[in-house]
């Protein structure tokens, strides 16, 4: 194919097609979608989370980008230990059985639906300071690549985790510090589920205050435009017409 372009110059509209098909990639360039930050120091309390137990909360995306790329969750240690991690997103789908009241939030009355990516389980290694304080590990789960709606739930499991005490688990942060402008969640209850535990099916459950959620940042690029492509393929046609006539 390289000697063909040599002996046959591409057409300016064939180089113009292929610029517009160039735009339709991801950029690398992701933008912050939803953030509740990490605390500056090991003031804000850590989610206590049993084996085998997954942990799902409702957001809402600020922005219009959709084609997810990237999540960072931050846990706290207090000793060294492993543990399996899985991070999921899912469907958010309206709450027929527990409905909230007195929530404003776009995302109060939205339970877990069909999922959209996991991660499988992550054998991960979290340490500690030295002394048995807490120490915050950073977990960067990358590569979602999923186009989502507005609202999705998260989820984050953890299971064969070594030495397992009260001080292990996702740091929460204030629930009213979620940034960029645009974004929300539901700080009233977060839900759960189990396997060896009503059949399976999520359940509500709540955080330590009500003004609380879980710390992550997600990222996102702008999903492909469709229409874009076609444009880019119609040129590439014309191109091809005029070089054969």
Do not use: C
Not at 127 to 139: F, I
Not at 162 to 184: C, H, I, M, R, Y
Not at 185 to 203: H, K, T
Not at 231 to 240: I, P, Q, T
């Amino acid at each position: 194919m390289s000697g063909y372009l040599r002996m046959f110059p591409p057409h300016p509209l064939i180089k113009l097609s292929l610029a517009l098909v160039g735009t339709l990639l991801p950029l690398g360039a992701q933008t912050l979608v939803y953030s509740v930050p990490a605390a500056p120091s090991v003031t804000t309390p850590s989610m206590i989370i049993a084996q085998d137990t997954e942990y799902g909360s409702a957001i809402h995306l600020a922005g219009t980008d959709r084609d997810l790329q990237s999540a960072t969750v931050y846990v706290y240690s207090d000793v060294a230990r492993t543990a399996e991690v899985t991070f999921s997103i899912y469907q958010a789908i309206p709450e027929t059985r527990y409905p909230a009241t007195g929530s404003t939030s776009p995302v109060a009355n939205l339970q877990p639906g069909a999922a959209l990516w996991t991660s499988g389980p992550q054998t991960i290694s979290f340490h500690d300071d030295g002394s048995t304080n807490l120490s915050l590990n950073q977990l960067i789960f990358s590569g979602i690549n999923t186009l989502v709606t507005d609202n999705i739930f998260w989820a984050i499991s953890f299971d064969k985790v070594t030495n397992l005490t009260t001080k292990f688990g996702p740091e929460l942060g204030a629930a009213s510090s979620v940034t960029p402008s645009g974004a929300a969640n539901d700080p009233s209850r977060i839900y759960q589920r189990n396997p060896d535990q009503f059949s399976g099916a999520w359940v509500q459950s709540t955080l330590p205050k009500s003004d609380l959620a879980l710390t992550i940042s997600l990222t996102a690029v702008p999903e492909p435009s469709v229409s874009g492509l076609a444009a880019g393929f119609v040129v590439f046609g014309l191109a091809a017409r005029r070089r054969r006539a």
